[in-house]
Each structure stands twice: as C-alpha cells, then as structure tokens.
Nanobody, 118 residues
Framework: QVQLVESGGGMVQFGGSLTLSCAAS????????MSWYRQAPGKERELVAT????????NYADSVKGRFTISRDNVKKMVSLRTNNLKPEDTAVYYC???????????WGQGTQVTVSS
C-alpha cells in the first residue's frame, strides 16, 4: 500500500523554524521526484520545493528561496523540508508529493499544518 505520511507541522512564531518530514512506503522512492506543496486558506495549492530522483537537483519557489531546504534519504525513505525564518504568509497545509520519473504517476500525502504567528 502506497503511503506518504507528513509530520513536523505545528505553530511557530515569526522568524522560527520547523522541519517537516515525509515518510514514504509502498513504492521505490529512488525513482520518484519528490516535492512539497502548500495550500493556504482560500488560495490554490502551490509548489514550494522539488528534489529530483536523478542527481538530487533542487528547485524552490521564489518566495522560499534561501529560507527552505529540501532533502531526501532514499535508504530511510524520507523526504524533509527544513523551513527557516518563517513568516505569517508561510501559514498553510504542507503536502508531500511524489512523481515517478518519466511518467504521470503521482502520490500525495494527507498534509501537515504549519501556522506562523506574528
């Protein structure tokens, strides 16, 4: 059974940090590009960061560049998102996303809430 289970969300003050984790099971993580998306109330879901299966290349939304870091451990089947210098506008539900390379097969996690207070 395929599962992506996020954890690590919570409430933090302006300027704080959180590390979000995504535990993958039921599929071979190493052949999937992994991403974090987020969705704030009343807004569309947006791509935050991606780390590729091949080469481990990373890409970030302009709004989080320099503050967030995505990483992966294919052996432990984990993907993490380190978030620093959090701002109220980072408040959202954060979702883990997997896309098998060279296909349209995707999986989503259930999300973890991040709330940043000013």
């Amino acid at each position: 059974q395929v599962q992506l289970v996020e954890s690590g969300g919570g409430m933090v003050q302006f300027g704080g940090s959180l590390t979000l984790s995504c535990a993958a099971s039921g599929f071979t993580l190493s052949i999937y590009d992994m991403s974090w998306y987020r969705q704030a109330p009343g807004k569309e879901r947006e791509l935050v960061a991606t780390i590729t299966a091949i080469g481990g290349n990373t890409n970030y939304a302009d709004s989080v560049k320099g503050r967030f870091t995505i990483s992966r451990d294919n052996v432990k089947k984990m993907v993490s998102l380190r978030t620093n210098n959090l701002k109220p506008e980072d408040t959202a539900v954060y979702y883990c996303h997997a896309r098998r390379i060279m296909t349209t097969q995707v999986y989503w996690g259930q999300g973890t809430q991040v709330t940043v207070s000013s």
